[in-house]
């Protein structure tokens, strides 16, 4: 995982040596941390900086220490943010991207649910002209311009975490609808079937987000159902289950984590494969935090979870898994500029 | 249904006004009749045809037929083929576009299962270029551009008949992914459930499918339990429950049919929204033999069978019904040399 590749940084001297400068900014803005990077026209990161998100900060203390990160990153590339060509952010929640701001956000900061002017504040720092983004999407670009999704023309992203996100990108154009596409986690799986954080029943998220399934966990154990997840998250001191601890489960075998995650698995193959019934793109990129841990085993087993589902069949695409790590939200971010204009 | 617009037919001699021609054939080739039109620059049929598809004929044979409702189509717009400036086919089975051939067709004539070279034994009758396109994408592009969805910028057509067929329209151009994107009749709704026609389990085909609501019924039906669906068949003399049938049955309350009926919308709500939320289009036209029969009632139902599921609820798109009648394959498929090349 992680090819080391997209990872390498220079001092970034070598970017003025024709006398003028061709960097890009990105920022993936998420929430416990802020990734910022600087990358040359390759798409390399040539800086990079992590700043923590301001716990039950405002939004426009948010967008300080996104500034504070995005200058960090520039000076780790031999250059300040005033000289980047542009600066992209990949952001959850609701992107208006031609308006500039960013609504519904529930855990960055404090959250705040109208429309906030993230662009035009941020440029004012800047001084350099900021597009906004949604994070999976621009993460999906990431992978399809330098990662695992570059032999391909048209790709389905599912990122695998918290939740369950998605990207479309066709024929090298992110598709993105009317602004909300590539809701992956939430394809129906089953009818009337479990209930999802986003309050409908059977999503495919409510089986296979890592927050449903920590859910589910807690209520088997309760319930009384031996299992390891919590002894881990109380042991590496954490405040819920992460990819981490699920796969250290699923290695010591522990008989709940097996459970779910299987039945995860098996939920996955149904919605991707309809997904796949639907767009017919030539390969699925799994990432996100699960996805990339679990790896290019559990993308196999997806591939074969999702067989019975294909319809067609004799060229069923591959599951490959993200190649970037987890600067890929960050260099999608961004290649906005570049990608979307 | 079926705006008149689009059934009005000239004599076409103004075409030949400014002495040149310019009028497209379009064909599509169904199991039991292959309807044949030219249309003007507008889109407009100006001649029209109508011939059975040869019982049990080898594909030549088919091919024959096809020139012959194509001749008839331009005569009736005052044309020879010859002077089309190309001609477009509408077909089931697997098209392969570039290679001009069809293969898998399992109910036209006697069926095949190799690849066919339909386009050049077509334009070696009509010495005009022939194009193959799939019988209901060619159909919900012909509503995208004349019809229901002129609208919208992206659609998702559902062709709601024997099977469910699907086609989408992204900013204008049909999304094909490799040759079999559209298969919404084939997103799983139900892990595990009813048996389809495609030999997998749960797809929506299996439950809103014409073919599996009859099997499902006659089940029924042979189990002793009351229905005239199988009376109105006979009295109307009909091998199959035909939509005007279930249209029948339903307006007189039969139980079995509105229960199988009601069964479809909800499993069409279902896997329709999962399409939506992937792809986020500004409408859905419904349209097939029992989409456009049943009509607006239905179509409304659909939408509201579909709102418990749809994820960016505040602007579910809306389900429009098809508007060009049964011309609309006939019509797209003339439309394919424009539309694709």
Redesign the interface.
């Known amino acids: 995982m992680g090819a080391p590749r997209a990872l390498e940084t220079g001092d970034g001297r070598s970017r003025r040596a024709h006398g003028r400068v061709r960097a890009w900014g990105g920022i993936d803005l998420g929430g416990t941390k802020i990734e910022a990077v600087v990358i040359g026209p390759d798409g390399r990161p040539i800086g990079h900086a992590r700043h923590p998100t301001p716990v039950e900060g405002e939004p426009d203390d948010v967008v300080r220490e996104m500034y504070g990160a995005l200058e960090e990153a520039s000076r780790a590339a031999g250059l300040t943010s005033r000289m980047l060509v542009g600066v992209g952010v990949g952001a959850p929640g609701a992107v208006d991207r031609k308006a500039g701001t960013l609504a519904r956000v529930s855990n960055v900061g404090k959250g705040w649910v109208e429309p906030y002017p993230m662009a035009s504040d941020l440029a004012d720092l800047a001084h350099r002209p900021v597009v906004l983004g949604n994070d999976v999407q621009v993460a999906v670009a990431a992978e399809y311009r330098l990662g695992a999704g570059r032999p391909y023309r048209?790709v389905l992203g599912v990122w695998w975490g918290t939740g369950i996100g998605?990207g479309?990108i066709?024929d090298g154009v992110p598709?993105?609808?009317?602004?909300?596409?590539?809701?992956?986690g939430?394809?129906?799986?089953?009818?009337d079937g479990a209930r999802c954080g986003?309050g409908?029943?059977?999503c495919l998220e409510a089986y296979a987000g890592r927050a449903n399934m920590e859910r589910e966990a807690r209520k088997a154990a309760n319930a009384g159902e031996k299992t390891e997840l919590f002894e881990l998250m109380r042991k590496k001191d954490r405040p819920r289950l992460t990819s981490s601890i699920w796969m250290k489960a699923l290695k010591d075998e522990d008989a709940l984590a097996t459970r779910l995650i299987d039945r995860a698995i098996?939920?996955m193959g149904?919605?991707i494969?309809?997904?796949i019934?639907?767009?017919?793109?030539?390969a699925v990129i799994l990432g996100g935090g699960l996805g990339t841990r679990l790896g290019p085993t559990y993308a196999k087993r997806l591939f074969h979870a999702m067989h019975?589902?294909v319809?067609?069949v004799e060229?069923q695409p591959p599951v490959c898994v993200a190649a970037l790590g987890e600067l890929s939200g960050a260099i999608g971010a961004a290649l906005l500029s570049e990608f979307f204009q």
């Open positions: 048209s998605g479309l066709l598709w993105i609808g009317r602004g909300a596409a590539g809701e992956v939430h394809m129906v799986v089953k009818p986003c409908r029943r059977g098996r939920m149904v919605g494969a309809s997904a019934n639907l767009t017919d793109v030539g019975p589902h319809f067609a060229r």
